[in-house]
């Protein structure tokens, strides 16, 4: 199984909440004196941006459309300059600040592709239904991502996202099954 690795606002539930906004990266700082700004990306594919015409910018208070004029990459960065902002001064306010595209614009998933912000807050079970919990977080550790798992009896389980591990995923029912590896969980 894959999992994308766009991201929707972090928080903590009980209940699985479909996101319509998905982050796909955060403004660093800015990038030349032609309101130009540096993003680091938040996806899994960088390369995604060149496909996009226009993100949301959460400004904190509100979240505003910005129309992608050009798209550049620097190392592991994205060079962004948006329609109609041509000068630092009105970019320099929108350094940290988060970007978001809606659902609909969203990459499109392969079967077994999840996005993150989906799982958050699914109810987690074992095979053999010894262990429950909820997926409360994901690490992305770069050779594969790892799930947190807050069991019902108060534990932590830190649960590699790999085919042995993450059996099936059944989003409708918001259910995750798995398989603990031994050594996995101290009993």
Known sequence: MFFRLERGHPFLIRERIMENLLKVGVITSTHGLKGEVKVFPTTDDAKRFKKLKEVLLDTGKEKIVLSIEQVKFFKQLVILKFKGIDDIGDVQKYRGKDLFVTRENAVKLKKGEYFIADLIGVNVVSEDGALKGILKD????????????????????????????VLAVDLDENTMKIHVLDGLLDK
């Open 138 to 165: 994901v690490m992305q550790t770069g050779a594969n991502d790892v799930y947190v798992i807050e069991l019902s009896d108060g534990r932590e389980l830190l649960l590699p996202a790999i085919k042995e591990c």
